[in-house]
């Protein structure tokens, strides 16, 4: 496969006939083709980003319908990557058939937003309802196909291309490396500011656009007609107003105020008779005025402490929280934390009288920041820290519900201090699923506070104070507290408060949820919490899922780890090197998918949720991946020998990140984007080096099998996407999913170096 015998001054050599019988053209030699390239990559990453965005205010935002739309994604990408490179041997101009394929990419862009948006009217949900994993699938599935489909098929086209110039083995590797370049600038450009400024709708009309223009290729004329027609449509407002009309579609039912299109979720707020709601990905984020939210939030919390003076808020503040809070006249200072800016937009333009009430009143400050950033960086102690957030339904939820949270708020409580939250549950009945949750909980806090108590109802308020003997004890206490503090309250009262502390009720709730020997303890790098939330979740919709989740509870972690080790050994048996090299990329897309997963929710947990340095994690690992290509393609030969090394270092990646992890704790934020790359670099060399193997004997016009390598590799990667945010993280812990993530490659790694093949093949 020598590149001598390919070029001849500088130009491709004619090979089996002519230069026209292999399609090259002067239109994408050189930079242009590269060009073309940046922008598959540039336009995949942003797509990618704003419809799971979109998806997720279908579905609900945990890691299961993240998994499934990932999953989705990916397997339509390979599916349209091996597609194509079947008949891309029949294709005599791939430069013509790219530019088709860029034309059709660009109608199906805005078309796949407005058929997510429609997807809710096919499964007849209204706002806040939950889609179960089946009916998630299947919609994640149909909408994405399309775009998904073509988008493989140009990393195909694009390979052909290459194949003409550099040959086979060297064309696969190089449209993955410009590609991830492009992929790296498309994720730093939608974070940090499509997102901010764009409609989704309008990145898709603005992505649409710039494929039109590189389908046009150098004819000017026609990039002169459609960028002129694209500035026309712009501005008459056409994508705003189709994105006005879809969104009131999808808010059927509700009178749509205002949408947010902010870097942390869709927002959207509503308005019934007598009250509004704000919509995070859709899911309820809070409603105003909510008087018994606003008492049951606050209230007891407070009067569980003696003489609160300072309150720390997280979350949750615009349903009359903050107002009721300040009711209590011995509180002199209130602190309340909102990590989205957007939220607070929103509340001082759509929720005036609750923000008039909170920015006039000198005793609180606001602070735009992760919570658990604050509590960590914050100088200040509190005699009551209130977590107002959602139940742990997600990893990035997981990290308030924490052992390490919970120590780090134990240090920031005053010596007399309480911690409070609240969770789901049931009045009458906890099944065996909310059960096992609420344990988990529970077991947690006891592990970091002497003194826990939690009061039933359909809601659990969990209290944790710093030293024993703090917490009221019983609702008579309650009540003098209310008559001393000269409080009225409606729902928080002498009327309720009695009912649901009495106690047959509180000795009832305490037998449930008691720890047991074996309940673990929900933990940063072992977030357990989430799985076991998960599995109530599911248990909503058919007996099945709730089985199939208790079945993976159960898994040994010796038993995935042996499955695992055979299933990667089958893959990569036999005697032929392009079996191995396919086993190999199929492994590492499977163990770096692991690494990006592990170093995403080890950045939420260790260093607070910042999402410019999310950003520049996520453009360093494809950064990454273009640098590994670039010095694999750059390094001459390369055989079994070579790749079995590299597989067996990216074996060896995930464990020594997690160590990292580990060792480093907080201290490891700013390293973060270097870790990333690093992960990154290996994933992008070893897929150059086995594309060198597994199309080393392939003629420059052969385009068969030319996306074959790249859906092995894409295949790995939505099997790791499932497996690894749904099962494996949350039940086995980031130590065990390390192994398991080195499990998979080492297999392809042995095989490629045994001796066999040098003596077979002559390397």
Not at 666 to 671: E, Y
Request: hydrophobic fraction near 50%.
């Amino acid at each position: 496969m020598g590149t001598d015998s390919q070029f001849r001054d500088g130009q491709p050599a004619r090979v089996d006939g002519s230069e026209r019988e292999i399609g090259v053209s002067p239109h994408f030699s050189g930079f242009g083709i590269r060009a073309v390239v940046i922008l598959i990559g540039f336009t995949a990453a942003i797509a990618q980003i704003v419809l799971l965005r979109e998806l997720m205010a279908v579905f609900y935002g945990n890691e299961i319908s993240i998994g499934l739309t990932l999953a989705s994604w990916l397997v339509w990408t390979a599916a349209g990557s091996g597609l194509a490179g079947r008949v891309a041997a029949g294709v005599r101009d791939p430069r013509r058939a790219m530019a088709g394929i860029q034309v059709l990419l660009a109608a199906a862009l805005p078309g796949t937003v407005l058929a997510v948006r429609a997807a809710r009217e096919i499964w007849q949900t209204v706002p806040g309802e939950v889609l179960g994993p089946g009916p998630m699938l299947a919609t994640a599935a149909a909408v994405l196909a399309p775009l998904c489909v073509l988008s493989g098929a140009l990393f195909t086209a694009g390979s052909r291309i290459f194949a003409a110039e550099t040959g086979a083995g060297e064309a696969t590797g190089t449209v993955y490396l410009w590609e991830a370049v492009g992929a790296a600038g498309g994720g730093l450009v939608v974070g940090l500011v499509l997102i901010r400024w764009m409609s989704a709708l309008e990145i898709a009309w603005l992505l649409a656009v710039l494929n039109l223009v590189a389908a046009c290729g150098r004819r000017r004329m026609a990039v002169v007609a459609v960028v002129g027609i694209a500035a026309v449509v712009a501005g008459f407002g056409v994508p705003r107003r189709v994105e006005r009309i879809s969104q009131e579609r999808f808010w059927r039912g509700q009178k749509l105020m205002a949408t947010r299109n902010s870097v942390y979720g869709n927002l959207a707020v509503t308005g019934t008779e007598g009250s509004r709601t704000v919509y995070e990905n859709g899911v309820v984020l809070f409603s105003a005025p909510d008087p018994a939210a606003a008492e049951e939030d606050v209230d007891y919390a407070l009067l569980e402490h003696p003489a609160p003076r300072s309150l720390l808020l997280i979350g949750g503040g615009f349903n009359g929280c903050l107002a009721e809070a300040l009711r209590h006249p011995g509180l002199e200072r209130v602190d309340y934390v909102e990590l989205d800016p957007a939220v607070l937009e929103l509340a001082r333009e759509y929720f005036p009288d609750e923000w008039r009430a909170v920015r006039r009143n000198p005793r609180v400050g606001i602070h735009v920041m992760d919570g658990r950033l604050f509590v960590k960086t914050t100088a200040r102690n509190y005699d009551v820290v209130i977590v107002n957030l959602p139940e742990p339904q997600n990893a990035q939820l997981n990290r308030f519900f924490t052992a390490e949270f919970f120590g780090e708020v134990e240090r920031r409580l005053t010596g007399s201090g309480v911690l409070s939250f609240q969770l789901r549950a049931s009045e009458n009945y906890i099944g065996p699923e909310l059960a096992q949750f609420l344990r988990t909980i529970d077991g947690t806090l006891r592990a970091v506070f002497p003194e826990v108590a939690a009061i039933p109802g359909d809601t659990v308020h969990f209290f944790a104070a710093r030293r024993a003997g703090v917490l009221a004890r019983g609702a008579d206490e309650l009540l003098a507290r209310i008559a001393a503090r000269k409080l009225r309250t409606n729902y928080v009262s002498e009327y309720f408060i009695p009912f649901r502390m009495s106690p047959d009720r509180m000795a009832e709730l305490e037998e449930q949820i008691r720890p047991e020997r074996a309940t673990p303890v929900n933990r940063d790098f072992a977030p357990v919490a989430y799985y076991f939330d998960a599995a109530l979740w599911s248990s909503q919709f058919q007996d099945a899922y709730r089985r199939l989740f208790g079945a993976l509870a159960g898994v040994d972690f010796g038993v995935a780890m042996a499955a695992l080790g055979i299933g990667a050994a089958v893959l990569a048996a036999g005697r032929r090197r392009r079996r191995v090299a396919g086993a190999c990329t199929a492994a590492a897309g499977f163990t770096t998918i692991g690494l990006e997963i592990l170093l995403l929710l080890g950045f939420q947990a260790v260093y607070g949720y910042v999402y410019r340095q999310l950003a520049l994690v996520i453009a360093g690992f494809m950064a990454g991946m273009a640098l590994g290509s670039w010095q694999a393609l750059r390094r001459a030969g390369g055989g079994m020998r070579r790749l079995g090394i590299t597989q067996f270092a990216v074996a060896a990646a995930p464990v020594v990140l997690v160590g990292l992890l580990e060792a480093m704790g907080r201290a490891a934020g700013m390293a973060f984007p270097l870790a990333a790359m690093g992960c990154g670099m290996l994933g992008g060399f070893e897929f150059a080096l086995a594309g060198r193997i597994f199309f080393g004997g392939a003629k420059p016009s052969d385009g068969r099998g030319l996306g074959t390598l790249y859906a092995l590799d894409l295949a790995g990667s939505c099997a790791g996407a499932i497996l690894f945010s749904t099962w494996f993280v949350p039940v086995y812990g980031f130590a065990k999913t390390a192994l398991l993530a080195a499990m998979v490659s080492i297999a392809p790694a042995a095989a490629a170096m045994l001796p066999a093949y040098e003596e077979d093949r002559g390397e």
